[in-house]
């Protein structure tokens, strides 16, 4: 158990390009979490997969950000045409079924210039 | 508006002193989670409470959850530098399938404990 890994950790890009983010959870997980956080704020949620099932998204998610989980194994969050808004820590978290805890990975922390 | 709101926001302490965090919500919750975050990490979790009433002790750190399930506190004996940190509680509302789903969280508090 390697934990939930995130990459890229540090991600800077120009206003107006695509990103996007890499989660691999904790490999018997079935449950991931993509949250949002900002500076002296807690996280927020944007969605939720029950294996390749994205089940909820919030009202944050625009139509600019696109999540998928393949094969129900590792999430890809995508934003495009990103704003200074979109300057955050992107947060993946995944539990299993029986657990209420989450594993959070270590962020994606997003820069936009 | 938050769901969960937490307070004090920030707290400076010196130590060896006690300390106690407020997490308070007119909503119900199913579960309440405490994370611990540090910078440019993501959180890591504490406790979870379930049972309207519930007390949990970890070391130093004592959790209650309250008796409607609306509210939770973390108190801390005798804080040491390394309990430094963002404290964040998180709820998990009651109905289908909400143990499954999304956590909210509260804001935070930012405690510092110096030597």
């Known amino acids: 158990d390697t934990g939930v890994s995130q990459n890229p950790r540090h991600k800077i890009t120009k206003r107006g390009q695509n990103v996007t983010f890499r989660c691999d959870p904790i490999s018997e997980h079935n449950r991931l979490y993509w949250y949002r956080q900002t500076l002296g704020q807690g996280p927020e949620f944007l969605t939720y997969f029950q294996n390749e099932a994205q089940l909820e998204k919030s009202r944050l998610l625009s139509d600019r950000f696109s999540a998928e989980r393949p094969k129900g194994s590792f999430s890809t969050l995508e934003i495009q045409r990103t704003e200074q808004g979109d300057s955050a820590m992107y947060l993946c978290a995944s539990r299993s079924g029986q657990n209420y805890g989450y594993t959070f990975g270590s962020g994606t922390r997003l820069t936009v210039v | 508006t938050q769901l969960l709101e937490q307070s004090p926001q920030f707290l400076s302490i010196q130590e060896g002193e006690n300390l106690t965090v407020y997490c308070n919500s007119s909503?119900?919750?199913?579960?309440l989670q405490w994370y611990r975050q540090e910078p440019g990490e993501g959180p890591v979790l504490l406790v979870t409470v379930v049972t309207g009433g519930e007390v949990k002790k970890l070391k130093r750190l004592t959790f209650q959850f309250g008796d409607a399930r609306k509210d939770s506190s973390l108190h801390i004996t005798a804080a040491q530098p390394g309990d430094t940190g963002l404290y964040l509680c998180a709820g998990a509302l009651t109905g289908r399938g909400s143990t499954l789903g999304r956590l909210y969280f509260g804001r935070g508090t930012q405690l510092t404990v110096w030597p």
């Open positions: 909503s119900v919750f199913s579960s």
